[in-house]
């Protein structure tokens, strides 16, 4: 891992590295422009931009509370053949390896730059405009999946950032991040390494998994299916939880009521509307939260998603957008585990 000194943390964290590196990604024609979060009038002004100057380069924001899913809009935004940067989370870079992986963004010319996340507040979703210093944030404020999250570092981008005091700690995992490095001739290497320890917020993942999901793992299916099912008889049909996933990309939604699986002009929804989703989305499910934060009747959705991708994931080994290899198992399943069964969406 090589690690640099950053001359603004205390302002901005990693100000001076990052906003360094995207500079030099520009100027070099690494690539053509950089899609972050940016402040617009002022610091309560933050909007998703495409930069593509070295002087805006200094106008993005590397704090990780914005709400919104930045991999959405590159997928929906982007041509496959522009070659693009990418501010990330590890939530933003995961979704984009599972994009890549249905052919949907061209990761080849995507340039991830990740940032360490401390997870979305209930303020900053709601306003956006939240900054707290990474080893004083108040866990009360941030939202339950982000508490459920273990991976605070964005390992699966090209390069990871991470924040220590006054250093900025880069870690390079790809020949792209090497290219990216090797575009910013202009920061200086320390001598120590940085190791950023992260054991006590992957902890912390595991007690709110734990507490989110042990309450109902303990009841019977019965009481189970009662209690999610009195969540869905709430939804409004809004087709917000759709329509803001990143890894919902069909063009022609089995959801919609022309394709007559779900009624028109019904609400609530027959269950089959959640079912259906939670069928196509489950096994790939990286909790980032974007649906649940979007619903007006703050379905526990994300929790939902995220019980049941747990349980998959313990039968497949599968943890999606790590690696650009693994295929979802409900998308590559055999014959032979079809014919074992033993598995239920209870």
């Given at each position: 891992m090589a690690s640099f000194v950053s001359t603004d943390y205390p302002q901005e964290y990693g100000g001076g590295v990052i906003h360094s590196l995207i500079a030099s990604m520009l100027k070099s024609g690494?690539?053509?422009?950089v899609l972050a979060f940016t402040y617009g009038v002022n610091e309560d002004d933050i909007a998703p931009f495409f930069v593509n100057s070295e002087e805006d380069a200094a106008k993005i924001v590397l704090t990780s509370y914005q709400p919104y899913s930045l991999a959405r809009l590159l997928r929906d935004y982007v041509d496959k053949d522009r070659k693009i940067g990418i501010v990330v989370r590890s939530c933003d870079a995961r979704a984009i390896v599972e994009l890549a992986k249905r052919s949907q963004v061209n990761i080849d010319n995507i340039y991830m730059l990740g940032i360490e996340c401390y997870g979305v507040t209930k303020a900053s979703a709601a306003r956006g405009d939240?900054?707290?210093h990474?080893?004083?944030t108040d866990e009360a404020i941030i939202l339950d999946h982000?508490?459920?999250c273990q991976y605070p570092l964005p390992t699966m981008a090209d390069i990871s950032c991470s924040f220590d005091k006054d250093v900025t700690a880069i870690e390079v995992h790809t020949k792209k991040g090497e290219q990216i490095l090797a575009a910013a001739s202009n920061l200086s290497p320390i001598e120590r390494e940085i190791k950023r320890d992260i054991a006590a917020i992957e902890e912390r993942a595991r007690q709110q998994q734990e507490r989110d999901f042990g309450s109902l793992e303990d009841i019977s299916t019965e009481a189970r299916l009662d209690y999610w099912f009195s969540q869905f008889d709430r939804?409004?049909?809004?087709?917000?939880?759709?329509n803001v996933c990143p890894l919902c990309y069909c063009k022609d939604c089995s959801l919609d009521a022309k394709r007559s699986l779900i009624k028109g002009g019904e609400v609530p929804p027959e269950t089959l509307f959640?079912?259906?989703r939670l069928a196509h989305v489950a096994d790939s499910c990286l909790n980032c939260g974007q649906c649940e934060m979007v619903c007006p009747m703050e379905l526990p959705l994300s929790k939902i998603f995220h019980m049941l991708h747990k349980r998959l994931s313990a039968i497949y080994g599968y943890e999606p957008g790590m690696n650009i290899d693994d295929l979802p198992p409900m998308g590559?399943?055999?014959e032979q585990e079809m014919k074992s069964g033993g598995l239920t969406l209870d």
């Open positions: 690494l690539v053509e422009e939240i900054h707290i990474p080893d004083g982000c508490l459920r939804c409004i049909k809004c087709y917000g939880c759709r959640h079912l259906t590559a399943i055999t």
